[in-house]
């Protein structure tokens, strides 16, 4: 595996389901990002690690819950999700002292 | 936070030149992206250019930058049906933060 990977590709959850995504970045990379990329809005940032601690949380609502295990793995824990919710989520990395991100694939999330 | 501005919408022959502008929100941006998005993929790093030089050229694409008017182009030489894509321009903030715009979708004719 090259790049960053994210899974799953495709997540269909109801509001009441529990689910996570999953990223991966094999770029040797200490810091990872999650975007949430909507329909005709720009991409927005909801979380940021560096050095597996966070440090941006864009007012992110709670049902959205971040976790950095170690440099190379980011997850995003969804819980109680709205339909509205319903995006493209792009995982990034990056290293620390450069500012050019690498992304993901994204996973496409339907929230019913 | 203010916005970075792209046209929505470039439409080419195949064979032309494409030119996507965009304009940025931030004087103190150290560096400005091109990124490239294919439908259902994520998004895949164009080019970028440090913020102290004005143009840069890498083999089709040539980045011009315009700090005192915050604009940025990205041109694409002898565009072809694969370049249809959204591409984004994106700002660097705060060390770390990327600030993109919505992106425009070039459609290749043809």
């Known amino acids: 595996e090259t790049g960053v990977t994210q899974t799953p590709r495709h997540l269909v959850m109801g509001m009441t389901n529990k689910k996570s995504l999953k990223c991966e970045q094999h770029?040797?990379?200490?810091?990872m990002y999650w975007y949430k990329q909507s329909a005709k809005k720009p991409l927005e940032l909801m979380f940021v690690?560096?050095?597996?601690?966070?440090?941006e949380n864009n007012s992110v609502p709670s049902r959205f819950s971040p976790e950095c295990p170690n440099s190379s793995h980011l997850f995003l824990h969804l819980h109680t999700l709205q339909p509205e919710d319903s995006a493209l989520y792009l995982c990034?990395?990056?290293?620390?002292?450069?500012?050019?991100?690498?992304f993901g694939p994204g996973t496409r999330l339907l929230v019913l | 936070g203010e916005d970075v501005e792209q046209s929505l919408f470039l439409s080419v022959r195949e064979g032309d030149s494409s030119v996507i502008n965009c304009t940025y929100t931030?004087?103190?941006?150290?560096?400005l992206y091109w990124y490239k998005q294919e439908p259902g993929a994520g998004l895949q790093l164009l080019t970028y250019?440090?913020?102290?030089?004005d143009m840069k050229q890498d083999q089709r694409l040539t980045v011009l930058l315009n700090k005192k008017d915050k604009h940025l182009s990205l041109r694409i030489a002898d565009t072809q049906t694969g370049d249809s894509a959204i591409y984004f321009c994106?700002?660097?903030?705060?060390?770390?933060?990327?600030?993109f715009g919505k992106g425009t979708s070039l459609l290749v004719t043809p």
């Open positions: 990034a990395s990056s290293q620390t002292g450069s500012e050019t991100q690498y």
């Open positions: 770029l040797g990379h200490n810091a």
């Open positions: 690690y560096s050095l597996e601690e966070r440090v």
């Open positions: 931030d004087s103190s941006s150290t560096y």
């Open positions: 250019i440090f913020s102290n030089m």
């Open positions: 994106a700002e660097s903030i705060a060390g770390y933060a990327l600030n």
